[in-house]
């Protein structure tokens, strides 16, 4: 098949291109296709760059020395705190929490509603969660006596609307979802969630992995209570993380983890806890990743996201059609509503093998589970071969792994 001329959306993915360094390595003697966006994004230089001028400048602890280094690097840290904010249109700075990654805030929100779950409650997942979304809510019910509830979904891999609000009641106290599956890449209809869980008094905790990478979600517009982000998807480094709160529930949340900086006053008979966000930041956080995650998020506005969505939806296009014209072959989740990303299989192979042959044509592509086995379970299947593309990847890198995958078909079959 004939590539479209790269850039049809005034996008020039080979200029983007030379803003990563790593896109210019070969593996296995053949030019990197890096397509496994969906468990980790690259790094441009900024991003790099802006790492390696906190260590080799202004290194320091935060908000405890009145020394110059520490106030900088205090500065630069709140700065990013105040670029997370506007990115997610959080009403207060102090609603974004530095975290360690998306699960790290999923725990820290379980980990408190413990508090406000009787025997009996009900929390609600969606069939199509990543475990870091689902044990952590089992691990609540064990401990709380509240039940699970699943919303289902079709065999396009999108959720039934219909059966959510049947599940919906007094007894719901949380939902929880994610905007975009990282399986079948899925773009769940959100707002409805949110909106009919609130109908009945329930909060609702958006995870935002595979979406912020594609989109730039509106916390106020959304009317979200908690949303969750990791760095490392969205361009920025690994081990940091942020989760929104609104400020209501950040309050009457207790802390995660006990320690220093997280309290106001500590005697041995008594402490107090500080105020928002520090009461969630107890000891030395990844200060140089909150930093460099600021300004991956400064990069990716600069790219734009309406550009970035609109390119990465012909790559989606282009791919699946491709894709779907291999005999024996079939792609998980074909909703309308879908991010950049493709499951799929050959029939009578297993997804490992597959992976196995194109990595050695010097292609990355995740297989296996993908962390959502009861997706698998649905389908029937130990897992997929998934390839999840980002702005930075080309037509021409989509016309290599079909070559790829044919190839391995012709070995394996
Ligand atoms: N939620 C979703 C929807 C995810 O896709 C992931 C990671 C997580 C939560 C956990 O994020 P972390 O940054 O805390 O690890 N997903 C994947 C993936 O699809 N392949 O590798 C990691």
Not at 64 to 79: C, F, I, K, N, P
Not at 93 to 104: D, P, R, V
Not at 197 to 223: E, F, M, N, S, Y
Not at 375 to 404: H, Q, W
Request: charged residues 20%.
């Amino acid at each position: 098949m004939a590539s479209p001329i790269s850039g049809s959306t005034s996008f020039d993915p080979q200029h983007i291109r030379r803003d990563f360094p790593i896109l210019t390595r070969k593996v296995n003697g053949r030019p990197l296709v890096y397509f496994d966006n969906a468990a980790t994004s690259q790094t441009p230089q900024v991003v790099i760059d802006a790492i390696v001028d906190y260590y080799s400048r202004y290194n320091a602890n935060i908000h405890r020395g009145v020394h110059t280094l520490s106030q900088e690097a205090t500065d630069a840290y709140e700065q990013a705190r105040i670029k997370l904010q506007k990115h997610f249109n959080a009403a207060k700075s102090y609603e974004m929490i530095f975290t360690s990654g998306t699960t790290h805030g999923i725990n820290l929100v379980a980990s408190g509603f413990a508090e406000f779950l009787d025997q009996g409650d009900e929390i609600v997942v969606s069939a199509m969660e990543h475990h870091s979304n689902i044990v952590p809510w089992q691990m609540l019910c064990e401990k709380t006596g509240a039940v699970l509830r699943v919303i289902p979904m079709n065999e396009n891999g999108e959720l039934l609307v219909e059966e959510y609000e049947k599940i919906l009641s007094n007894r719901t106290k949380l939902v929880f979802c994610n905007h975009i599956s990282n399986a079948l890449g899925t773009v769940n209809p959100i707002a409805h969630i949110i909106d009919k869980a609130h109908q009945v008094g329930a909060a609702v905790l958006i995870d935002g992995a595979q979406a912020c990478p594609h989109l730039r979600p509106d916390v106020q517009a959304l009317d979200v209570d908690f949303y969750v982000a990791s760095a490392h998807k969205m361009c920025g480094p690994t081990g940091i993380g942020v989760l929104y709160g609104k400020e209501n529930w950040l309050k009457k949340l207790p802390p995660y983890q006990g320690g220093g900086e997280m309290i106001e006053e500590v005697t041995f008979e008594r402490t107090t806890y500080a105020g928002l966000p520090h009461k969630f930041e107890a000891g030395t956080p990844n200060i140089c990743g909150g930093i460099a995650f600021g300004v991956a998020v400064d990069y990716l506005n600069e790219i734009g996201f309406d550009r970035i969505v609109g390119y990465e939806g012909e790559l989606l296009e282009y791919a699946t059609k491709a894709l779907h014209e291999i005999d024996g072959l079939r792609i998980y989740g074909t909703s309308k509503h879908k991010a950049s990303v493709i499951s799929f299989n050959l029939k009578g192979v297993h997804p490992y093998d597959v992976g196995t042959i194109v990595d050695k044509l010097g292609i990355a592509v995740r297989t296996g589970h993908h962390c959502a086995q009861p997706v698998m379970d649905y389908y029937k299947i130990p897992g997929t071969v998934r390839a999840s593309f980002a702005f930075y990847n080309t037509f021409e890198e989509v016309d290599v792994l079909v070559e790829a995958v044919k190839k391995a078909q012709q070995m394996l079959t």
